[in-house]
């Protein structure tokens, strides 16, 4: 596989999203290429199954026809998914931490730690999956997915909103609808 670099962007290349869960078993999800350099790529998708996440006091629904704008980085123990609705309307985030991200031309991989953040609109968010664990989250990976989660925690306000403003910015829902919603 060969590395994304700037001359081989094309906006609306089809890239496989492929998850390798802890168990080895693989989720392999069709997308669409927003924006890639060497360090980030962000990739969308269009939600064809409707289904619902639940925190501890909230449940958030994400229907079909909604969509997914995916941000995964090279250096970083997580990746973000951006969820709107076909309207455009932002309904949530969710962050997975993981390992091993690789980016090549034609496909996105990486190893998910099972540990997720699920964020509603406003702000709140909760730790999921902890009971999926099979030892406990400080010792799970020798501590590597309890630091990378503490770490997202405390910058998690400013990373959301920063990535949140860069997304309304660089791919408004018109752009989204007019390049990639139909093909």
Same mark, same amino acid.
């Given at each position: 596989?060969?590395?994304?670099?700037?001359?081989?962007?094309? $906006?609306?290349?089809?890239?496989?999203?492929?998850?390798?869960? &802890?168990?080895?078993? $693989?989720?392999?999800?069709?997308?669409?290429?927003?924006?890639?350099?060497?360090?980030?790529?962000?990739?969308? @998708?269009? $939600?064809?199954?409707?289904?619902?996440?639940?925190?501890?006091?909230?449940?958030?629904?994400?229907?079909?026809?909604?969509?997914?704008?995916?941000?995964?980085?090279?250096?970083?123990?997580?990746?973000? &998914?951006?969820?709107?609705?076909?309207?455009?309307? &932002?309904?949530?985030?969710?962050?997975?931490?993981?390992?091993?991200? $690789?980016?090549?031309?034609?496909?996105?991989? /990486?190893?998910?730690?099972?540990?997720?953040?699920?964020?509603?609109?406003?702000?709140? &968010? /909760?730790?999921?999956?902890?009971?999926?664990?099979?030892?406990?989250?400080?010792?799970?990976?020798?501590? /590597?997915? @309890?630091?990378?989660?503490?770490?997202?925690?405390?910058?998690?306000?400013?990373?959301?909103?920063?990535?949140?403003?860069?997304?309304?910015? @660089?791919?408004? @829902?018109?752009?989204?609808?007019?390049?990639?919603?139909?093909?």
């Amino acid at each position: 596989m060969c590395n994304l670099t700037r001359s081989s962007i094309q $906006i609306g290349k089809k890239i496989v999203e492929r998850k390798i869960r &802890y168990d080895s078993t $693989i989720v392999d999800t069709n997308c669409k290429l927003l924006n890639s350099n060497e360090q980030e790529l962000i990739l969308f @998708h269009r $939600i064809e199954d409707p289904f619902t996440m639940k925190g501890t006091q909230y449940e958030l629904t994400i229907p079909k026809d909604a969509y997914t704008l995916a941000y995964f980085w090279r250096e970083k123990p997580y990746n973000l &998914y951006v969820w709107r609705d076909k309207n455009g309307s &932002y309904l949530g985030s969710y962050f997975n931490i993981v390992k091993n991200t $690789i980016m090549a031309d034609t496909i996105v991989s /990486f190893e998910d730690l099972i540990i997720d953040i699920l964020i509603f609109p406003n702000g709140e &968010y /909760f730790i999921l999956d902890e009971d999926e664990l099979p030892v406990s989250l400080n010792k799970f990976e020798d501590g /590597f997915v @309890h630091q990378s989660l503490q770490t997202l925690i405390n910058s998690i306000e400013p990373l959301l909103q920063e990535t949140l403003l860069k997304s309304e910015k @660089h791919f408004s @829902h018109k752009d989204i609808l007019s390049t990639l919603y139909d093909g």
